[in-house]
């Protein structure tokens, strides 16, 4: 079984949507959790980290369901400009690894 | 800082050669990983050095790939001899300390295909 499975997509939304992407984890253990954004043909980035309480940066909110194990990102009134792929990432009950799922396509259209 | 550095940055070889892929960490960044990604299988985790010394190798796929990090600001990987199966784009990574909430910093990549 995989470290983090994700719904690969394509999500197609028109802008100003709002878009939800989940994603499960294995390892129970696990301690931390994040978003990346990956552009087309280019490196992954940071997001954001995912707390327990939840957090909320700008149009975006970031939950976490440790009893289910599951991640969520939540994208309100989409621009063109969140079309990339998100990549949810749990960082291992150790600290030292990252496993990253292999993301979700959003494209955000006119 | 400049950020992780890879290079070259696209690599075409033929079946059969060497490929040494480079990377430069951030300065002061003590673990450096090297990903690789395709459309199937998407990022997998190959190797992950801490302080130089390589933790745990076992995502590297085959005897074939081999990673060194002579000292704390270059690491290389190398596939010998390389197939076309091969053919990804290889990360490389950085990240400082140990703790739970570090960001993991990627170069641009190096896009590797073997014909």
């Known amino acids: 079984r995989k470290e983090v499975e994700q719904d690969p997509g394509p999500f197609n939304v028109p802008e100003g949507a709002t878009v939800a992407f989940n994603c499960t984890y294995s390892?129970?253990?696990?301690?931390?959790f994040f978003w990346y954004r990956q552009d087309c043909r280019k490196e992954p980035k940071l997001l954001m980290s995912v707390y327990s309480s939840g957090n909320e940066d700008g149009r975006f909110t970031a939950q976490l369901n440790r009893a289910s194990q599951y991640i969520s990102l939540l994208i309100r009134d989409s621009k063109l400009s969140d079309s990339a792929t998100y990549l949810c990432v749990v960082n291992s009950n150790t600290g030292n690894q990252f496993y990253f799922g292999t993301g979700t396509s959003l494209t955000v259209i006119p | 800082d400049a950020g992780v550095i890879q290079s070259p940055r696209h690599e075409v070889t033929e079946m059969g050669q060497e490929v040494t892929l480079r990377c430069k960490p951030i300065?002061?960044?003590?673990?450096l990983f090297w990903y690789r990604q395709t459309m199937m299988r998407g990022l997998e985790l190959l190797i992950y050095f801490n302080n130089n010394v390589p933790i745990d190798d076992s995502g590297m796929p085959e005897d074939r790939f081999s990673a060194k990090m002579p000292n704390a600001s270059f690491s290389t990987l190398k596939i010998q001899p390389s197939e076309p199966r091969d053919s990804a784009v290889y990360f490389c990574a950085s990240s400082m300390g140990q703790g739970f909430w570090t960001e993991a910093f990627f170069g641009q990549g190096t896009r590797l295909t073997v014909v």
């Open positions: 300065s002061g960044h003590d673990y």
């Open positions: 390892n129970s253990a696990s301690q931390s």
